[in-house]
């Protein structure tokens, strides 16, 4: 520890972090690229060159704790979770050999393929939840298209029913609370038994389509099982869907509302993609830069290493700040204002790099760029509604409103 500053204060679960933490990440990269924090036992590593760093060297560096919880759970939450979950590594947190055929297995099924053959039927369902609130004088536009929208591709992707969509959509907030967020005993055993009923919910699911197969990734996963079973099987799958059900459309739905707050809160900006739109696809990525759907993401090292000029012993936890990283002046300039025309925006980390990058980046990416060019030509004078108060789920990894009121029409339509 000798050299490494402390980060005394810094809590990424305070309220007011959560709220907007871009002026704490600015300050700490400022004061020292690499802190320690007692209270979570991990190092913060704040600086974009050396997020980077620990991202692409999987030799220092495991996954093994990236979808481990934050803080301690209580002993009957951890009673409830060993006897109806059983979860073993598989994209986000598994190193070789295990990382390799799992990451092998979902880059084969969801191909380019599959991809493009969905996407106008996800531009024919975002644009009925358009035109379903375009005429409404007000809506909450997190609601109304934020998080149905991915839901609907990430849930229809795995062949969920479309009638478990708001059920699922719980059950995966507080998935996110229990791993990433701070909570009494109560609400842990309650989490837990919701996890429980997820797994189980997942296994019911493997199940039904190994009887019936049908046209989803849940099918292919399967088939391809049944050709390479030294590489993948049922559980394997089980694993990969219950990973999948979250992770396919929490961020989406982060970048969405993110983004059209950013948008809305840049009106020059908004205009800029109604007169150009082939702004948009920059756009996107001036999102995922400017206010990204995650927040941090860990690592473990596996020997003595360095980051930033600070010792990391072995069995030292990290945690890489995206968001830190992605308004760091020495890669980006003025990184605290928001350009749909930046010049370098792709570089933001929000999809991670290296052998970790995010296999849904192409899928996400499609889905912002469905939203922006909907809205830009269906709601050009939407607005947000004024004075209202942002609230972000209270989690250390994602970052993501609960609400965000818009007036499809203009504040004008409102006021009449």
Known sequence: ??????????????????????????????EGPVFYMPELDHYIITRYDDVEQVLLDRDTWSASNASSPLNPICPAAQEILAAGYHRVPTLNNSDPPRH??????????????????????????????????????????????????????????LGFPSEDTDMLREWSSKRVLLTYGRLGDAEQVEIAEIIVAFWKYCEDHVAARRAQRADDMTSDLLDLADKKPD??????????????????????????????????SNRDQFKALIDDPSLIPNAVEEILRFDGPVLNHRRIAKVDTEVGGVAIPAGGKVMMCFAAAAHDPAHFEDPDVFEVARENAELHLAFGKGPHFCLGAALGRMEVRIVLDLLTTLTPAIELVPDQEFEYSPNALFRGMRAMMVAPLGLHAVAT
């Open 231 to 264: 590489q993948l099987n049922d559980f394997d799958i089980v694993n990969m869907i219950y990973s999948m059900a979250l992770a396919g459309h929490e961020t989406t739905t982060n970048t969405i509302g993110n983004g059209m707050r950013a948008l809305l």
């Open 100 to 157: 390799g055929p799992m990451r092998k297995s979902v880059l084969t099924v969801m191909s380019p393929r599959r991809l493009n053959a969905l996407e106008p039927h996800l531009r024919e369902y975002a644009e009925a939840l358009v035109r379903g609130f375009m005429h409404e004088p007000l809506i909450d536009l997190v609601d109304r298209l934020a998080f149905p929208f991915p839901g609907y591709a990430a849930f229809s992707l």
């Open 1 to 30: 520890m000798t050299g490494c500053p402390v980060a005394h204060g810094y809590d990424p679960l305070d309220p007011d972090v959560v709220a907007n933490p871009y002026p704490t990440f600015n300050r700490l990269r400022n």
